[in-house]
């Protein structure tokens, strides 16, 4: 028999791009102030699902408050830090972010979904109308994504996001939804025990069962929700 050998020629260094273990919304124009990013835990932003391709991207939905300043930041103010001039894309298809004393805002107040994006050694963030959309077997039993007879209706008189009633028995699937997510299943979370419980980089979560008929309350800002 003869032997096999093989050889490997290095041609250099990879490393992994190194993205921060959390991010969180802080300022006047959200609902956590000033308070040093990550003492207040609702004020987290959420990682994908998905593995390789969705990481690197984070969101959030929560209230802003039209005219107030806002950033999105690392831990304890770490890296990244992001105020208006650290963005270097803002998503031309969401609302405009204004420069509010280096700080970002948007004019309007209301409900919205914040993605900010650092893929690529880029930082491109999007604010847009919150949507949240109901999938699969309490949905009609109906597996396309973005049906907007499954979509939830957004409430920003009491600042939550709520779908009237279940269309029929089964397993309650919920996402967020943002042309940045590159899969329903990406951003998804349920409610479970009375709080908004986010998939974030994990597997399939335990069911949560429905009845026809049940209303679904959800409150991004304290990420609390109810099945009732």
Same mark, same amino acid.
Request: glycine share 12%.
């Given at each position: 028999?003869?032997?096999?050998?093989?050889?490997? %020629?290095?041609?250099?260094?990879?490393?992994?791009?190194?993205?921060?273990?959390?991010?969180?919304?802080?300022?006047?124009?959200?609902?956590?102030?000033?308070?040093?990013?990550?003492?207040?835990?609702?004020?987290?932003?959420?990682?994908?699902?998905?593995?390789?391709?969705?990481?690197?991207?984070?969101?959030?939905?929560?209230?802003?408050?039209?005219?107030?300043?806002?950033?999105?930041?690392?831990?304890?103010?770490?890296?990244?830090?992001?105020?208006?001039?650290?963005?270097?894309?803002?998503?031309?298809?969401?609302?405009?972010?204004?420069?509010?004393? &280096? &700080?970002?805002?948007?004019?309007?107040?209301?409900?919205?979904?914040?993605?900010?994006?650092?893929?690529?050694?880029?930082?491109?963030?999007?604010?847009?109308?919150?949507?949240?959309?109901?999938?699969?077997?309490?949905?009609?039993?109906?597996?396309?994504?973005?049906?907007?007879?499954?979509?939830? %209706?957004?409430?920003?008189?009491?600042? %939550?996001?709520?779908?009237?009633?279940?269309?029929?028995?089964?397993?309650?699937?919920?996402?967020?939804?943002?042309?940045?997510?590159?899969?329903?299943?990406?951003?998804?979370?349920?409610?479970?025990?009375?709080?908004?419980?986010?998939?974030?980089?994990?597997?399939?979560?335990?069911?949560?069962?429905? %009845?026809?008929?049940?209303?679904?309350?959800?409150?991004?800002?304290?990420?609390?929700?109810?099945?009732?």
């Amino acid at each position: 028999d003869k032997g096999v050998s093989a050889s490997l %020629t290095k041609t250099g260094d990879y490393t992994p791009p190194a993205y921060p273990d959390a991010m969180y919304i802080v300022g006047e124009g959200s609902p956590y102030g000033w308070d040093t990013p990550g003492t207040k835990a609702d004020a987290i932003m959420h990682k994908l699902a998905g593995g390789g391709p969705s990481e690197g991207i984070f969101w959030k939905i929560c209230h802003i408050e039209g005219g107030k300043g806002f950033k999105l930041s690392a831990a304890n103010w770490g890296n990244p830090n992001l105020g208006f001039p650290e963005v270097t894309e803002f998503d031309a298809e969401g609302v405009a972010v204004l420069n509010e004393s &280096n &700080n970002m805002k948007v004019n309007e107040s209301g409900q919205y979904i914040v993605v900010v994006n650092l893929r690529d050694n880029k930082t491109k963030v999007s604010v847009k109308p919150a949507e949240v959309f109901g999938i699969g077997e309490a949905f009609g039993g109906i597996w396309d994504a973005g049906v907007p007879a499954n979509k939830f %209706t957004v409430d920003n008189a009491t600042k %939550t996001i709520v779908f009237p009633a279940l269309l029929s028995n089964g397993a309650i699937r919920m996402y967020a939804s943002h042309a940045w997510i590159p899969a329903w299943w990406n951003a998804e979370f349920r409610v479970d025990a009375g709080k908004i419980d986010y998939r974030n980089d994990g597997g399939d979560q335990a069911a949560v069962n429905g %009845t026809a008929g049940q209303k679904i309350t959800l409150k991004f800002d304290d990420n609390t929700g109810s099945i009732q």
